[in-house]
């Protein structure tokens, strides 16, 4: 089983309006019979001031095979949103496209300037490979003729059918992406610490997310203890109870018992990776998970706030050291 977590766009906004746009962009440049070469990157997009190109360039692929390979990349790339943070993830992929578009460019000047670059999510999909590499934890192994293998080959397989697919010039995209994550693994310039900042998460998550973000995890099959409508009715019991009867009356343990809600075994080991790749080990996991009587989501939240806090912290000490 690969390390993804639960099915779908859980926890991963930024990760599905992605791949909704490449998937929305790719069918319409086969459904329009658009020749992926007339919006590819080119210095025909300086000639002809065709800005366009510089950005709808990296949100469309140019054949079929392409397509359904690299969206299935892109969509196996939500795990790195869900552990680092969406905040993390939109600065990275800020980060990524910036340098990709310059080295693309230079790439462009050395061979031609009537050559193109091929056209996709190339940068994207191939610097998650670098990041793949430390997170997520490995967990899953199993020997191949006594060779010892992790689930992540198969990821890298797929990475590398679609690296042997393309006819032209999209080596150099893979390339750059790779240059690109390893720039960002490297942390230079602290560029793992780099966030969006948050007005701008928030002015996203009214306008834009909320049109594509789905309002419950059908993933995890959770009793939700907390909502809010069935908070209102129990108080509205409640409260005609007490137009009916004496305080006396009312007596607390009388009061049906709260079910601790059941979990699925497929979010349970969701968790105990998201714990393990924080450094916790599972007794300390487990300990969080009973706290919040089974409730996943609660969890999760908890661990990522003190991985929050514990980063601001190590940050805020560094800067101290610094101005010392």
């Not at 560029?191 to 998460?201: A, G, V």
Request: proline share 5%.
């Amino acid at each position: 089983m690969l390390i993804s977590g639960p099915n779908g766009f859980y926890n991963s906004p930024l990760t599905k309006c992605l791949f909704i746009i490449v998937l929305f962009f790719s069918l319409g440049v086969y459904v329009f019979k658009i020749e992926p070469t007339n919006l590819a990157l080119s210095f025909f997009a300086f000639r002809n001031s065709e800005w366009y190109r510089l950005f709808v360039s990296q949100f469309y692929f140019g054949s079929p095979s392409e397509f359904i390979l690299g969206l299935a990349l892109l969509y196996s790339w939500r795990i790195h949103e869900r552990l680092i943070g969406t905040r993390k993830f939109a600065a990275h992929i800020i980060v990524v496209f910036i340098q990709t578009t310059i080295l693309n460019l230079a790439f462009l000047a050395t061979i031609g300037y009537n050559k193109f670059v091929a056209p996709g999510p190339y940068s994207w999909i191939y610097s998650g490979f670098i990041f793949y590499l430390d997170i997520p934890p490995t967990i899953h192994f199993f020997k191949l003729r006594g060779i010892p293998i992790t689930d992540k080959i198969f990821l890298y397989m797929i990475g590398v059918q679609l690296f042997l697919i393309p006819k032209h010039a999209s080596n150099f995209c893979i390339l750059a992406g790779i240059i690109a994550g390893i720039n960002i693994r490297s942390n230079i310039f602290h560029m793992k610490e780099w966030e969006i900042p948050e007005f701008i998460t928030n002015f996203c998550s009214k306008r834009i997310l909320s049109f594509i973000q789905s309002q419950n995890n059908p993933t995890l099959m959770l009793i939700n203890r907390n909502h809010p409508r069935r908070d209102i009715n129990h108080n509205q019991e409640r409260n005609n109870r007490r137009n009916n009867q004496n305080r006396e009356e009312e007596i607390p343990i009388n009061l049906p018992q709260q079910v601790v809600p059941e979990i699925d075994q497929e979010s349970l080991n969701y968790y105990y990776e998201i714990s393990a790749s924080m450094g916790h080990d599972r007794l300390f996991a487990q300990g969080i998970l009973d706290n919040y009587r089974n409730d996943v989501n609660r969890a999760v939240n908890f661990l990522l706030e003190q991985l929050s806090q514990q980063d601001e912290n190590n940050n805020n000490n560094n800067l101290g050291n610094d101005m010392n």
